[in-house]
């Protein structure tokens, strides 16, 4: 069989269509026909080779929503015709003791869905069956498509630092992760502040879920926000001012790095010291997170806002995403 897709041909290239032969299935893996596919950021980075681990011709895609087609012959907790995601890992060692103790998503053998592999930009994939994760009725599958990345990314540090009724949660960035994290922080209980360069962005945030705007590029009101916040979430990928996102932290506070700055992460020692605080990283996150994810947006209704794309205009709708026009994900539709 082949698969059709599309794929950038070489480094920063418009996708072009694409055949494969993906060879025999494993005894492990799981075969989704692709109905739709969430185009994240990290999919411009591997197009562009930003990070340096890219491979072409490239295919990427790793917000997928699909039907099970096939199963191979150990895949025996999905069913064909069910209907399931898939993030940013398509597969782990699940020997090691990272993934022994079901932190897959820091296995140093863990394979990305679209670094080495075919991502979603195509009419199938296939992956390690154990990381296609069956999508709750109450998601339509194109809003489901972009919490398999954008969703656990934000979901899973809240897990991490147990945020709750009553924790003093910043959000850094109303964008693709942002606008999610806010509805997340908000159905948790928390006590939400929003932060964004943009000042036209304050009714949004709110109607996200924020308590309160603080605008980045106003000094007074980021000296308000001092000592304010048990855990801030950066979701702009982005330099920021780090020492004023430091100051707003209180006491054993953690500021979470979840997009990638273009330059190193630079802070002052003595506030980090004297508060206890913290300056941590954070990805998808493991395969129950994932899970937990899925049923909690199902439960509380938390949705991406997002603009449908037909899969045949891909490159229209990659240009929404390197631009900054899309509002807030982009999704392409089979």
Known sequence: MTISSYAAPSQGAKLTPHTF????????EVEVAVTHCGICHTDVHLIDNDWGISAYPLVPGH????TVTALGKLAQDLKIGQ???IGWQAG????????????ENVCLSAQPTCVGHAGGYADKVRVDARFAFPIPKAISSAEAAPLLCAGATVFT??????ARRGTKLGVVSVGGLGHLALQFGQALRCDVTAFSTSKSKAAEARGFGANRFVDLNNPAEMGAAGNSLDLILTTAAADLPWDQL?????????LCLL??????VSVMAFPMVLGFKKVVGSNTGSRKAIQKMLAFAAKHRIVPTIER?????VNEALQTVRDKSVRFRAVLEA
């Not at 032969?21 to 492990?28: A, E, K, M, S």
């Not at 917000?63 to 699909?66: Q, S």
């Not at 540090?157 to 147990?162: E, K, Q, S």
């Open 63 to 66: 917000e997928i929503v699909g």
């Open 309 to 313: 794309h037909p899969m045949t205009r």
């Open 92 to 103: 782990s060692c699940m020997k090691c003791e990272w993934c022994k103790a079901g932190h």
């Open 83 to 85: 209907r399931v995601g």
């Open 157 to 162: 540090p809240l897990l991490d630092h147990n």
């Open 21 to 28: 032969d993906p060879g025999r299935l494993g005894n492990n």
């Open 246 to 254: 430091i100051a707003a932290l209180r006491p054993q506070g953690t």
């Open 259 to 264: 997009g990638i700055p273009e330059h190193s």
